[in-house]
Structure formats: C-alpha cells, structure tokens
C-alpha cells in the first residue's frame, strides 16, 4: 500500500494551491482519507476528512477555505485551500482508514504561505 502526497509549495497569503493524495494497492473506495498537517513545534492535527460515501469534515480553522473531494475512478483524493494564511504553513499529510481499522499514511507534502 502507498499513498503519495503531492502539490505543496511556497504561496503568498491569499494564495491557492490544490493537493492531491493518490494510492496504490488498496481499495480506494473502502477508505476515508484524511488530510493532516504539522506545523514545526506543534502537534500534528487533522484539516480536512472524506468518508467511503464523500460526507465531508473540516477542522474550524479552515472551514470556508479548504476543500477535500475525491475521484475513486483515479484514486485519488484532492485538498483545495484557498485564501491561505501563514498559519497554514505546516507539512501536509494524508491517511487512509478502512472500516476494519487498517491505517495507512502517506509522506507529507510542505506548504509555506508567505506573508
């Protein structure tokens, strides 16, 4: 099983940048992603969730800015944050989780928001 995360950057604040999630060897549509994030010092903390029948969950701090869909067909998971804040800064990370509590993450993908 592999998750591979990609689309981070360096954005200035008011900026947008879209991340994508995209796995192998499993099957995709048993899982609900997560996207998670850790910025230096800090714990890391969960942004944004899909569940298996695309409901979807934010974190308050980015409620109205980030959005998290996804396309089975391409297995793949999508992070759209617009109107990026400094605090954004952090490394981005997803994570599948089964219904049977298999758990898997990807490696992080680094977000700076410059102000």
């Known amino acids: 099983v592999q998750l591979q995360a990609f689309g981070g950057g360096l954005v200035q604040a008011g900026g947008s940048l879209r991340l994508s999630c995209v796995a192998s060897?499993?099957?995709?549509?048993?899982?609900?992603i997560g996207w998670f994030r850790q910025a230096p010092g800090k714990q890391r903390e969960l942004v944004a969730v899909?569940?298996?029948?695309?409901?979807?969950g934010y974190a308050d701090s980015v409620k109205g800015r980030f959005t998290i869909s996804r396309d089975n067909a391409k297995n793949t998971v999508y992070l759209q944050m617009n109107s990026l804040k400094p605090e954004d800064t952090a490394v981005y990370y997803c994570?599948?989780?089964?219904?049977?509590?298999?758990?898997?993450w990807g490696q992080g993908t680094l977000v700076t928001v410059s102000s």
């Open positions: 899909i569940t298996r029948g695309s409901a979807t």
């Open positions: 994570n599948a989780v089964s219904g049977s509590s298999r758990d898997y």
């Open positions: 060897g499993l099957s995709f549509d048993e899982y609900a």
